[in-house]
């Protein structure tokens, strides 16, 4: 019998009572997906349904907090302070639980002290909000956001693309999953990658550092002030990029640039 234990802590809820009523605190747990059944602290949570989250944000000295297990997080940004997520909850109790922004976070409560979980986010999102997007294994898509905003992503297994968008940092931490950026404009942009390449596409940085142990770094038609590579085993290519300074810091791997740089390549 296959049992996937994700390590990544995500939040679940639970419900605790204080002075005779049923308040709701986001709490960490740890999440397994055994045979394709989620468990949240060693209890399953069978119950699927959707819910639909409407509103305004203020985003300034926002940052929103989104974060799914398997499910994926596929959010675009758009004019306005108002925003429309769906939102797939699971719970322990049949009808069982709600979804509400709590202190900068998309968190699951319960009504009847159950346990309950955020698996899988999609819709529409002010385009200038902070956002910190969390997944085990699933797939995570930021497209639109414009603006002096942060894009911070933390996955497990999930492939990232951030496309369409022009902002101040772009920051990923991946495991094994792939990261690609399409038409996309930042200051900096970080990348901790394990096995999984980078690939990036007419976008404009300013610093790349990116650091893989074994994927490759892909880049086409773009323009970077500074990067920096390293990685164990990965390769670098370059194609039709406009480069003005890059360090490397490669094991096995190697730099090919097609492409006009104005300084060498330092190893």
């Given at each position: ?85 769906v939102v797939d909850l699971y719970s322990e109790f049949e009808g069982d639980g709600d979804v509400v922004v709590d202190g900068g976070v998309v968190a699951a409560r319960s009504q009847l002290g159950g346990a309950v979980l955020v698996n899988g986010i999609r819709g529409r999102l002010p385009e ?140």
């Amino acid at each position: 019998m296959l049992r996937t234990r994700l390590t990544l802590a995500l939040l679940a809820s639970v419900t605790v009572a204080a002075c005779g009523l049923m308040t709701h605190q986001a709490r960490s747990f740890d999440v397994s997906d055994q045979d394709g059944r989620l468990f949240v602290g060693g209890v399953p949570v069978d119950y699927h349904r959707e819910v639909t989250l409407q509103g305004e944000l203020d985003v300034e000295d926002l940052t929103l907090v989104l974060v799914s297990q398997t499910g994926p997080i596929d959010v675009v940004g758009g004019p306005g302070d108002s925003y429309e997520l769906v939102v797939d909850l699971y719970s322990e109790f049949e009808g069982d639980g709600d979804v509400v922004v709590d202190g900068g976070v998309v968190a699951a409560r319960s009504q009847l002290g159950g346990a309950v979980l955020v698996n899988g986010i999609r819709g529409r999102l002010p385009e200038g909000v902070d956002l910190d997007v969390r997944t085990a294994t699933g797939d995570t898509f930021v497209t639109s956001f414009v603006g002096r905003n942060r894009v911070v992503v933390e996955s497990g297994t999930g492939v990232v693309h951030v496309s369409s968008s022009e902002v101040d940092s772009v920051s990923v931490d991946a495991g094994t999953g792939d990261v690609r950026m399409t038409e996309c404009t930042s200051k900096d942009v970080v990348l901790r990658l394990g096995v999984g390449s980078f690939a990036a596409s007419g976008c404009v940085v300013g610093h790349l550092d990116g650091d893989s142990g074994t994927g490759d770094f892909l880049v086409h038609g773009s323009r970077i002030e500074t990067a920096v590579f390293a990685s164990s085993v990965g390769d670098v290519w370059l194609t039709d990029t406009l480069v003005s300074e890059i360090r490397s810091s490669l094991g096995t791997g190697k730099v090919e640039h097609r492409t006009t740089v104005s300084e060498d390549v330092e190893d």
